[in-house]
């Protein structure tokens, strides 16, 4: 594969600005383990058995994600900020979909300053936050922290939202869940910010899988949540693109994997379709708008 090809697919993968904020869809990276600056591991080595796995065998959009699980060697993987939000420096939040099979739960905890990685520091700012511990609470989620449990509810077998913004000033945190807030949790211990996320296979019944991850300075809004949700269909492609989703999708671009502009449509309808049938074979970056929200996802054609 052409190195130009691979830069552009990192350049709409992974979206980075001056004070560090990022969104990952996971598409820029190949199957397998997966070790980057961003995607660590609990010690930091790269030892192919922490590491978070990129998968195809599930996704929001695109063809792939991310996947933890005890099968592949019992990841233990880190999401690390990179000092993008140290102590004292206001509200961040991280936001991540998330699909857990019916029979399985998954398992990620918060952590506090990650360099030069998690072990090193074991700033645990929140307990262990399960869904379906064991397997055998199906829809049904916990948050053991400072304040005691908090508890909460999910969909097996669909893709839903998690996110926790971390207000680094009074080191308290709030997770959501499908769309649900938590109460308020003051860390567990002190911490030098919000350094990252472990996502670990905690048991024998972890299976789930990651995608469009993102960190945000600031509080996202529900609108920010949900109007950005889409499934595209068929991919691969012959000839129309078909964007499924709820709210009505203001603009679409397509864009060839050297980021040159091939299409464009402003359909401001629900579920609208582009033809690409004039294209050659090959991958697109697919820019959807919906609001004030936009992803890019691969498309084969």
């Known amino acids: 594969m052409k190195k130009i090809y691979l830069a552009a697919l990192v350049l709409f993968a992974t979206v980075f600005s001056a004070n560090a904020q990022f969104t990952d869809d996971i598409e820029g990276y190949g199957n397998g383990p997966l070790f980057t600056p961003q995607w660590t591991t609990w010690d930091g080595n790269n030892d192919g058995t922490q590491n978070a796995i990129v998968s195809q065998d599930q996704a929001l959009s695109g063809i792939k994600s991310v996947f933890i699980g005890p099968s592949s ?53 929140s307990g262990d936050i399960y869904f379906n511990q064991t397997g055998n609470n199906p829809g049904e989620g916990s948050d053991a922290n400072s304040n005691g449990t908090n508890t909460f509810t999910f969909p097996h077998d669909e893709w839903f939202s998690v996110s926790v913004e971390c207000d680094t000033d009074n080191e308290t945190y709030v997770l959501k869940v ?18 990252g996320v472990d996502f670990f296979a905690a048991e024998a019944a ?34 129309k693109l078909t964007i499924e989703s709820a709210a009505a999708v203001n603009s679409i671009v397509v864009y060839d994997v050297l980021g040159k ?28 708008t919906i609001g004030n929200a936009s992803k890019t996802i691969k498309v084969l054609k």
């Open 206 to 239: 972890t299976t789930y899988y990651l995608d469009d991850v993102r960190l945000v300075q600031g509080v996202l809004s529900n609108e920010d949540f949900s109007e950005a949700v889409f499934n595209v269909y068929p991919n691969p492609v012959k000839d």
């Open 261 to 288: 502009k091939v299409l464009s449509a402003q359909p401001d309808t629900i579920s609208p379709s582009i033809d690409m049938s004039g294209l050659s074979s090959g991958a697109y970056l697919v820019q959807v």
């Open 73 to 125: 060697g019992g990841q233990d993987a880190i999401l690390d900020f990179q000092g993008a939000a140290p102590g004292g420096s206001g509200i961040w939040t991280v936001e991540w979909k998330m699909y857990i099979p019916s029979g399985n739960s998954g398992y990620f905890n918060i952590q506090g300053n990650t360099s030069p990685d998690a072990n090193a520091n074991q700033q645990f700012l």
């Open 178 to 195: 499908a769309g649900t807030a938590l109460p308020s949790v003051a860390y567990n211990a002190a911490s030098d910010g919000f350094g």
